[in-house]
Nanobody, 114 residues
Framework: QVQLVESGGELVQPGESLTLSCTAS????????MGWYRQAPGKQRELVAS???????NYADSVKGRFTISRDNAKNTVNLRMTNLKPEDTAVYYC????????WGQGTQVTVSS
């Protein structure tokens, strides 16, 4: 069973940067495509970014040019570097495989507000 632990979320002001981290266990991480997802209040969970084992990345249009996903297969971690944050980026952020498994972590709250 996959276990996912996200961290790094906090309250920041618009325009600031933040890096989220996720540690995965119970999966063959090095060959699995991983993704970062987010869910804002009253909205459905959406895929923000994904990265293949070959480190091919894809991003939602709303975060292109601002977010960068990366992975460290030796440490079973996947990070999300977020820059120029906007209030609309406020959400609970989750990592999971892509496509997503049924096993979600607790997520990490990112709040962008002045």
């Amino acid at each position: 069973q996959v276990q996912l632990v996200e961290s790094g979320g906090e309250l920041v002001q618009p325009g600031e940067s933040l890096t989220l981290s996720c540690t995965a266990s119970g999966t063959i991480f090095s060959i699995t495509t991983m993704g970062w997802y987010r869910q804002a209040p009253g909205k459905q969970r959406e895929l923000v970014a994904s990265i293949t084992r070959q480190r091919i990345t894809n991003y939602a249009d709303s975060v292109k040019g601002r977010f960068t996903i990366s992975r460290d297969n030796a440490k079973n971690t996947v990070n999300l570097r977020m820059t120029n944050l906007k209030p609309e980026d406020t959400a609970v952020y989750y990592c999971n495989t892509f496509p997503a498994s049924h096993n979600w972590g607790q997520g990490t709250q990112v709040t962008v507000s002045s």
